[in-house]
């Protein structure tokens, strides 16, 4: 079974930054993408950016220009640097892992952005 985890959640000031890791419990060879999402109670889980193996990368409109993702392809890692952060970027942001067409999610970590 594939485990997703994500870490480097927290509370952080409007404009401050944060940066989340999220590791898998399988080989790079067998994963097509990592991606980050995020979901604020009540509301649907929303797309934030993803990473494709060739480091290709995708943002939704709402985060271009503040956050960045990257991959350690080799670690199966993959971070979301968050800078300039917002209010309205308080959620619990979740980490999914593709590997041969099939979705994997881990549990996720909180980011408040509260002053």
């Known amino acids: 079974q594939v485990q997703v985890v994500e870490s480097g959640g927290g509370l952080v000031q409007p404009g401050g930054s944060l940066r989340l890791s999220c590791v898998a419990s399988i080989s790079y060879l067998d994963t097509d993408a990592m991606a980050w999402y995020r979901q604020v109670p009540g509301n649907q889980r929303e797309f934030v950016a993803s990473?494709?193996?060739?480091?290709?990368?995708n943002y939704a409109d709402s985060v271009k220009g503040r956050f960045t993702i990257s991959r350690h392809v080799t670690r199966n890692t993959a971070y979301l640097q968050m800078n300039s952060l917002k209010p309205e970027d308080t959620a619990v942001y979740y980490c999914k892992v593709v590997s041969y067409g099939m979705d994997h999610w881990g549990k996720g970590t909180l980011v408040t952005v509260s002053s």
């Open positions: 990473i494709t193996e060739e480091r290709n990368a």
